[in-house]
């Protein structure tokens, strides 16, 4: 099935924008609806335009609660049709009843090896602990920040926290959330019963179908 995707950012979007082209060059099954954004200013906007993709965004000022900006938010995501939900450097929290009516269908990327460094600073954390391996996670959002199934992880070795604007990290981070998306996509990604573990489950096998679908004499004819 082809996913209606809103990606939720709060920066600059570089996950926002390979994500957008993953599906724009059918990398990805999915049609990205739109980017929502908590702040206006954000870099995400100008890279959404550039990609001719529709953006919203909706200031905590005006709510009174996180429940009611969160049910705003809800209410545009409806109206762009939205099924699934990739959290790109969403600096937020969302609430419950965002988890509840997307369960199972909502991501986000950390730039940690969870569980450890959850939280605002994934890389300063790391860094600061003295880690001698770093990298990045893309795992199912659930009530508890950071927390959910993890689907993908990626690493680097520590000598790449001196790269300062992240390059390599965000790269990997790029590479993973796609992957993970079109796994998704292509209903490849198996949570164990009981479990917190997730499989992905082999490539459907094509090539049969394909044949089937060439098969336009049955009984086939015989040779002669
Ligand atoms: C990424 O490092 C991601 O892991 C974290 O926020 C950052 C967003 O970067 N959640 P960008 O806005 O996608 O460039």
């Given at each position: 099935m082809r996913l209606k995707l809103a990606l939720l950012a709060s920066g600059t979007g570089s996950n926002a924008q390979a994500i957008i082209e993953a599906c724009q060059n059918g990398v990805i099954n999915a049609d990205v609806k739109l980017v929502f954004t908590?702040?206006?200013?954000?870099?995400v906007i100008e890279k959404a335009q550039a990609l001719h993709i529709p953006y919203e965004s909706l200031n905590y000022?005006?709510?009174?609660s996180r429940e009611e900006y969160d049910k705003a938010m809800l209410e545009i995501l409806e109206k762009y049709e939205v099924d699934t939900i990739a959290m790109a450097g969403y600096m937020r929290i969302v609430t419950k009843q965002v988890i509840e009516k997307y369960k199972g269908r909502i991501f986000n990327i950390h730039?940690?090896?969870?569980?450890?460094?959850?939280?605002?600073d994934g890389i300063g954390d790391a860094k600061n602990w003295g880690v001698k391996i770093f990298g990045c996670t893309v795992h199912f959002v659930d009530?508890?920040?950071?927390?959910?199934?993890?689907?993908i992880q990626a690493a680097l070795p520590?000598?790449?926290?001196?790269d300062t604007e992240n390059k390599q990290l965000h790269t990997l981070e790029h590479k993973i959330y796609i992957q993970a998306l079109k796994w998704f996509a292509e209903e490849r990604i198996h949570i164990l019963p009981q479990s917190r573990i997730v499989e992905i489950l082999p490539k459907k096998d094509t090539s049969l179908q394909k044949a089937c679908s060439n098969t336009l004499v049955y009984p086939p004819l015989e040779e002669w």
């Amino acid at each position: 099935m082809r996913l209606k995707l809103a990606l939720l950012a709060s920066g600059t979007g570089s996950n926002a924008q390979a994500i957008i082209e993953a599906c724009q060059n059918g990398v990805i099954n999915a049609d990205v609806k739109l980017v929502f954004t908590n702040k206006s200013t954000a870099k995400v906007i100008e890279k959404a335009q550039a990609l001719h993709i529709p953006y919203e965004s909706l200031n905590y000022k005006n709510f009174n609660s996180r429940e009611e900006y969160d049910k705003a938010m809800l209410e545009i995501l409806e109206k762009y049709e939205v099924d699934t939900i990739a959290m790109a450097g969403y600096m937020r929290i969302v609430t419950k009843q965002v988890i509840e009516k997307y369960k199972g269908r909502i991501f986000n990327i950390h730039p940690a090896l969870l569980p450890s460094f959850a939280g605002a600073d994934g890389i300063g954390d790391a860094k600061n602990w003295g880690v001698k391996i770093f990298g990045c996670t893309v795992h199912f959002v659930d009530e508890i920040m950071d927390n959910g199934p993890i689907i993908i992880q990626a690493a680097l070795p520590s000598s790449c926290f001196e790269d300062t604007e992240n390059k390599q990290l965000h790269t990997l981070e790029h590479k993973i959330y796609i992957q993970a998306l079109k796994w998704f996509a292509e209903e490849r990604i198996h949570i164990l019963p009981q479990s917190r573990i997730v499989e992905i489950l082999p490539k459907k096998d094509t090539s049969l179908q394909k044949a089937c679908s060439n098969t336009l004499v049955y009984p086939p004819l015989e040779e002669w």
